[in-house]
């Protein structure tokens, strides 16, 4: 071998080994760079399931209740989980039937498109708060007399869409009482029965 090909060797196997370095430093600098996220935001369970859930104080049904949640738990979820009150169901839960509906400070929502946490201090009705002293709401009972349910999934949703809709003045016609609980969905077609049922009551309050 030339001294030149002797030269030309080294300095391969000389650019060889800084490659093969540079590598395995940057693996090194870039793997320590990409755990250090999970380094500093070690916690433990304990204090990951402390920094995830909040206690809410509510009113429900009447009722002062507190309540721990997760901070991603919808209303519905805790009504129905936490509170045990599984009288509002969930059907969509995208806020497109309206079976999950209840009343939130006076006011008809449906309770699967907000989180319990966002609502401390409310004041919360459920078709469980509607009868008073072991006698049904007005309501309740004219869907019996009016044969408005048929499966009754979507009944209590119906029902508290529907006093909310005499309490607003919209259950002047049955079509304003149609375009007012438009929202609620009954899959098995009960609304002509629904609408006599809220006209009834929406009569009696007259």
Not at 41 to 54: F, K, L, Q, R, Y
Not at 58 to 72: A, K, L, S, T, Y
Not at 197 to 203: E, L
Request: proline fraction near 2%.
């Amino acid at each position: 071998m030339t001294t030149n090909e002797t030269q030309d060797a080294t300095e391969t196997l000389a650019w060889q080994i800084r490659r093969r370095t540079f590598i395995g430093a940057s693996l090194t600098v870039g793997g320590a760079i990409g755990a250090l996220p999970l380094l500093t935001g070690c916690t433990t369970e304990d204090d990951v399931a402390e920094s995830d859930s909040t206690t809410v104080r509510m009113r429900i049904n009447g009722q002062d209740r507190d309540i721990e949640v997760d901070n991603r738990t919808s209303l519905l979820d805790m009504l129905r989980e936490r509170v045990g009150l599984t009288g509002t169901k969930k059907g969509c839960d995208q806020g497109a039937c309206g079976a999950c509906t209840i009343h939130l400070n006076g006011e008809r929502i449906v309770s699967c498109l907000t989180l319990a946490v966002m609502h401390d201090g409310a004041d919360i009705t459920t078709i469980e708060g509607l009868e008073q002293d072991g006698r049904l709401h007005p309501l309740q009972q004219a869907f019996i007399d009016h044969d408005a349910m048929q499966c009754g999934y979507c009944t209590p949703g119906q029902i508290m869409s529907g006093v909310a809709c005499i309490r607003e003045g919209h259950a002047t016609t049955p079509e304003a009482i149609r375009e007012s609980m438009s929202g609620n969905i009954c899959r098995c077609g009960a609304y002509v029965n629904i609408v006599d049922a809220v006209s009834a009551v929406a009569r009696q309050g007259e």
